[in-house]
Structure formats: C-alpha cells, structure tokens
C-alpha cells in the first residue's frame, strides 16, 4: 500500500490479486449473491483506490480493505431487504438448488457413493446450518473461517472488541454444532 501511495500502479494490482478471492468469499457469504458479490469487491478496490490518500499504515490493509467491504455488504443488504422481487441480473438457478455453495468440490475417484452423497448432504446442511446463524455471529464466523483473519482484526471491521467478537463466535459455533449434532457420527467414520 505505501508504493501504491507514492505512485507505483503494479502495486495495487499486486493488492488486488492477494485479497481479491478471499474478499469476494467473505461478500459471497455475506450477501448470498455472486453478482453482488462481486459487485462489492469492485467497489471495494474502486474506494481504495479513491481514498488511498487517507490510509493509516497503523493498521492492516487488510483491516481497512474489509471495514470498507463489510460497509458496502451491509449497504447492499438494505438495499435487498427494500426489494421484493428477484433481482433480474441473478441467474436462474437449477431446481432443487437454492443459493451459492461452499465450491466445486468433486468426489474423489476413490471413493464411493454412499460417502460421496453423505458429502454432499453435509455442505448442504453445513450451508443450511451457516444461514440460519444470526447476523453478527454469521459474519463472524465467516471473516474468521472463510476469510481467516484473527479475531483482534474482525473487531476492528465489526467496530467491537475482540472479547464480543470471540462471544459472537463461541455462539455461532454452539449453534452450528446443535445443528450438525446428527453427522458426529459421520464425521468420526471419515476419521
């Protein structure tokens, strides 16, 4: 971020290109829409760059770069809950399914059906038990699971401190497990 300060381009791309993915994920979870998700994330690096002036180099990029992203995710999302219709730049999706997934994650070759269909009974019940989780502690679990920053950093986006942010956390992770209580079993056989 200091050579993108003083001029040097190749540097944001170099910025873009390391937190591009794990930023989109965090969108995508955040807001359940590839196209807003991706949305936010141009919007993301566009503030950046209009606002790189005004970075601190007290903190992490990181931190200022999600701060930003978790605004944007919320503004998107009230803008969504005044909506009452689908939006029509989402693509149609197939029946039965209902929403982004975890990632194209393939069987092995290796492996047989029985544990491939329980596989897939679990992302979707994982997916299922994750959107159910309340708001906060959703986007807790997620900046620390999906994005993998370290609680003192997701305080500092949540604007909160670490302690609520381990509690949200703690929670979301007491409900998660309630939920998936019935694959324990399944999980022990994998080991």
């Known amino acids: ?26 969108a995508l979870r955040h807001l359940r829409s590839a196209s807003l998700a991706e949305e936010v994330v141009q919007d993301a690096f566009v503030r950046v ?16 770069l999600y701060t930003i992203a978790r605004n944007l995710c919320i503004d998107q999302a009230r803008k969504n809950a005044l ?23 393939t069987a092995d070759g290796r492996a047989n059906v029985e544990r491939a269909a329980g596989a897939t009974e679990l992302r979707e019940r994982v997916l299922a038990a994750i ?38 956390m703690r929670y979301a992770l007491e409900r998660l497990q309630a939920a998936l209580s019935e694959f324990e079993e399944y999980a022990r056989a994998l080991r």
């Open 1 to 26: 971020m200091i050579r993108f300060q003083r001029g040097d381009r190749s540097a944001f791309t170099l910025l873009v290109r390391k937190h591009q993915t794990a930023l989109y994920n965090f």
């Open 49 to 64: 760059v209009h606002s790189a002036a005004e970075f601190k180099h007290e903190a992490r990029f990181s931190t200022w």
């Open 83 to 105: 909506r009452r219709h689908p939006s029509l730049d989402e693509p149609m999706r197939a029946a039965g399914t209902d929403g982004p997934t975890l990632g194209d994650q």
């Open 131 to 168: 959107e159910t989780l309340p708001d906060e502690q959703r986007e807790v679990f997620l900046m620390r699971e999906v994005s993998n920053l370290p609680f003192k950093e997701i305080a500092e986006i949540v604007g909160t401190s670490e302690n609520t942010v381990k509690s949200r």
